[in-house]
């Protein structure tokens, strides 16, 4: 059995009417200049949601916006933390909403974290941009070969940004300490301890939550679309090697710069449970009417329970 521990923060009379929405106030507590960002403000998020629950959970002196999705189905399977990709939301409508809708259907509890930007320098280079820098020579700087990812023509806005120097992380470590802390703050002020849990993140969020994972535990993971995030080293083979839970992994198409899949053929991840899927992952699968990614990761994860 894998299970995660949570303490929930919500009243009894909030746990007692699930008929609209917990609404709390945001009152930041950051000291820096700048402020979280986010792909859809916090304030619209809350009021307009069609989650069962709103929580908010305290990262680097700020609240964040969880919402809390109870399952529908005639069973009750457990709980989903669910992380959505960078550059979305809690609701985002490209994954989402679609795989929520899939899971509480199917008995799943879904807690999804409204994730901040990645915002910190990320120095851009290659053969493209050194013909651009001029006295702002970014050169020298690496990057992880993920050049099927970079936008080139975006180069000379991220430079006038990394030249004034208007990000909230000063780099992607800092980024990571808050993703982590983000984490920590969940499993901490969320009640999920009496039931099994599944972790699930997509794209950039499957990098940021492999520092996050708590081997003790053997809590089964999912990776959808799994990347690595511009501008971080990689240190996959390292990370890799430190895990040992349950893992699936969805990937949409099957391609020699898919660097996770790179990592997954030398076999690093030590857990003996591993599954991986190519092709299922796709708009024509993330439906509200096609709920063959949901049954496939519950299929999964129930086996697992029964091992």
């Known amino acids: 059995m894998f ?12 746990a007692e009417d699930q008929s609209s929405p917990k609404i ?45 999705h109870r399952g529908k189905g005639r069973k009750e399977r457990g709980n989903v933390l669910l992380l959505h990709a960078q550059g979305e939301n809690a609701e985002h409508f490209r994954l989402i909403h679609p795989l929520t809708k899939q899971l509480t259907k199917l008995g799943w509890n879904i807690f999804i974290p409204n994730i901040a930007q990645e915002d910190f320098p990320k120095l851009l280079v ?31 806005e991220m430079r006038a940004s990394i030249d004034t120097g208007e990000f909230f992380f000063k780099n992607a470590q800092e980024y990571q300490n808050y993703f982590s802390s983000l984490y920590q703050g969940i499993f ?7 039931l099994p849990t599944v972790i699930i993140a997509n794209q950039n969020s499957a990098y940021w939550s492999l520092k996050c994972l708590d081997n003790k535990r053997l809590t089964p993971i999912i990776f959808l679309q799994p990347q690595l995030p511009i501008g971080v080293s990689n240190n996959l083979a390292e990370t890799f090697a430190q895990q040992t839970n349950p893992l699936f992994s969805f990937h949409p198409v099957s391609t020699n710069t898919d660097i996770f899949n790179t990592m997954y053929k030398k076999r690093l991840w030590r857990s003996k449970f591993q599954r991986f899927n190519t092709g299922m992952l796709s708009s024509s699968k993330l439906q509200d009417e096609d709920n063959i990614v949901a049954k496939t990761i519950t299929g999964w994860v129930e086996k697992q329970r029964k091992k």
């Open 3 to 14: 299970l995660i521990g949570f303490l929930l923060i919500e009243s009894s009379n909030a």
């Open 24 to 68: 709390t106030t945001i009152e930041s507590e950051n000291t820096n200049h700048f402020t979280l960002s986010y792909s859809t403000p916090i304030d619209e998020l809350s009021q307009n949601t069609i989650a069962d629950n709103i929580l908010w959970v305290n990262a680097i002196s700020n609240k964040h916006l969880v919402l809390w």
């Open 126 to 156: 290659g053969t493209q941009n050194k013909d651009k820098t001029n006295n702002n020579d970014v050169s020298n700087t690496t990057l992880p070969d993920q050049s099927n990812i970079l936008q080139q023509d975006s180069n000379d």
């Open 188 to 194: 901490e002020q969320t009640d999920i301890t009496k």
